[in-house]
């Protein structure tokens, strides 16, 4: 079975850097496309980024860009999202989501989401 | 970037109902379009992808269609589990992989 679980949420300072973990199991991880969305309260969900299955490429939303940075460690089963320079905008529910042998841009399973505080 | 328009915002039946939700792009995506349930708490489910197939698990009362721009989402009898936001998701002209805002159907 398929699990996703992320880690790491928490309440940062505006402007502070937090590291968010997902823990794979149950599939082969290193043959999937993996993804982060987001989710602010009250909102719906927003795309964040990607990272193919090597590692060697990634694309972000424009407003994570120089920012943020997915990575992935195929040893560990384990995907990252590091964080950096948040603002309120950041504020939400992080999911981590596997992309489909299908095509990488449907998100077959996802986790339960981490929450991420930016707060002044 | 391409805009993912959702129609109703809210749409209120009783189980037994059916519900036709709608998504509409700013520009074609082809049939590349997917289908999430997402209930407080939980984590969004893959309902259907490339516009009418449904995902591994998903019971048949669940049916999409549509191309190009048009696309419905049809639920034929609503269960009570059905009650939840929906979101249509494209991923014809990325990054980003967009998001309709969502259709809540709730308990009339």
């Known amino acids: 079975e398929v699990h996703l679980v992320e880690s790491g949420g928490g309440l940062v300072q505006t402007g502070g850097s937090l590291r968010l973990s997902c823990a794979a199991s149950?599939?082969?991880?290193?043959?999937?496309?993996m993804n982060w969305v987001r989710q602010a309260p009250g909102k719906g969900l927003e795309w964040v980024a990607n990272?193919?299955?090597?590692?060697?490429?990634?694309r972000y939303v424009d407003s994570v860009k120089g920012r943020f940075t997915i990575s992935r460690d195929n040893a560990k089963n384990s995907l990252y999202l590091q964080m950096n320079s948040l603002g309120g905008e950041d504020s939400a529910v992080y999911y981590c989501?596997?992309?489909?042998?299908?095509?990488?841009?449907?998100?077959?399973?996802w986790g339960q989401g981490s929450l991420v505080t930016v707060s002044s | 970037e391409i805009v993912l328009t959702q129609s109703p915002a809210i749409l209120s039946l009783s189980p037994g109902e059916r519900a036709t939700l709608s998504c509409r792009a700013s520009q074609s995506v082809v049939s590349y379009l997917a289908w999430y349930q997402h209930k407080p708490g939980q984590s969004p489910r893959l309902l259907i992808y490339?516009?009418?197939n449904r995902a591994t698990g998903i019971p048949d009362r669940f049916s999409g269609r549509g191309s190009g721009t048009d696309f419905t989402l049809t639920i034929s009898s609503l269960e009570p589990e059905d009650f939840a936001v929906y979101y249509c998701?494209?991923?014809?002209?990325?990054?980003?992989?967009?998001f309709g805002q969502g259709t809540k159907v709730e308990i009339k």
């Open positions: 998701q494209q991923r014809s002209n990325w990054p980003p992989y967009t």
């Open positions: 989501a596997r992309g489909s042998l299908l095509a990488a841009g449907i998100l077959d399973y």
């Open positions: 990272i193919k299955q090597d590692g060697r490429e990634t």
């Open positions: 490339d516009a009418s």
């Open positions: 149950g599939f082969t991880f290193s043959s999937h496309w």
